[in-house]
């Protein structure tokens, strides 16, 4: 097979330029080769995630993968099951089967999505990656154990926190309440990736695995705030189908905010600067749990690390324009945002400096009036 090294570049310019509103539906369903099927179906999986998973160390990269690609298997069961009973039992299901290995070297069946409600060929890539599960799982079942253990304790974390989404949702009428609830919807969405990602890093550098107390919560913090990005990207879209991530909008539920009046659009407003704010305070967390990351002085990791900071400072410099706070200056084009990556793979200083100017930048959008 060719090497990783060699193959990383083709996979991130694949990733930022794959158009995944438009899947090859038939393509991705031929592939046969576990670990092509992979790599295809990780760009319609993933949005910026699947550029910064390619740019991991080799050892790494693969592991991270099937990761998400189970955690996107998640949330199809959490997004395309109806059925609350039945989302609920899938996704307590589809956690317990990784570690369920059968004696011929398989996993149990993934719970099937026989009545999905599927809006566009988005959902329908989802679902052709859950029928398509056996070829993760012989992805997954070629790792080492403490590996194996890694991705386990992920989905595991994954599942528990999309059932307690999900009932919280039904319960609340569609609605999260408070910051306090919103804060634990995104640590369950991606603290727990973030947790995983130091994990499996540390795991593939031979250091310590566990992360401190302090290393925890900072992990949960960047979570928040890059889950925050794609809260406040989906609001409309959210609000469409049922669900608003603040009691503000419990009133325009199931509205679509293009046509809904001038009302409902400055709730969204509202509510999209609130939760902009909300996300920028906690930006300080995110150089330090790059440097809890263990990396030599060439650092793809690293790198990987600062290219999803950039994608993230890109999207919310658009979103500050848009709901009224003073935007800053920041890289836009992806081959500008590709070269400050190298920069920062070869220079660790390279990648503090970037990383303490996107810090400046959002905590002063966040105290703006």
Known sequence: MTPFALRRPFLILRDLFTRRERPNLRALASIEDPEDFV???LPHAARTFSACIA???ARSALPAAVAYLYCRMLDTYEDLVPDRAERDAALRSF???LAAATGNGRLP???SIDDASDRDDRDRAHLLLVRRADLVDRVFLSFVEPTRAVVRDLVRDMATGMRWSSAAFETQGGVLTGEEQLAQYCRHVLGNPVVFGVRLLRLQRGSRVELSTDE???AMRVGEMVQLANVTRD???DLRRGIAYDAELRGDLGRDAGTAGPDTAERCRVVRER???????RAPAYGRIIEAIPASRWSVARASGVLMLLFTERYFRGCARRVGLPAWEGPNTTLTLLTRTFRASVSRESAQREIARIER??????QAR
Do not use: C, N, Q, V
């Open 95 to 97: 956690a317990g089967r």
């Open 109 to 111: 069946s993934a719970p």
């Open 275 to 281: 939760l902009l704010r909300m996300a920028l305070r």
């Open 55 to 57: 740019m991991l160390p």
């Open 39 to 41: 790599w295809a179906i």
């Open 235 to 237: 609001i409309e879209k």
């Open 216 to 218: 925890r919560e900072d």
């Open 361 to 366: 930048a959002f905590l002063s959008a966040a």
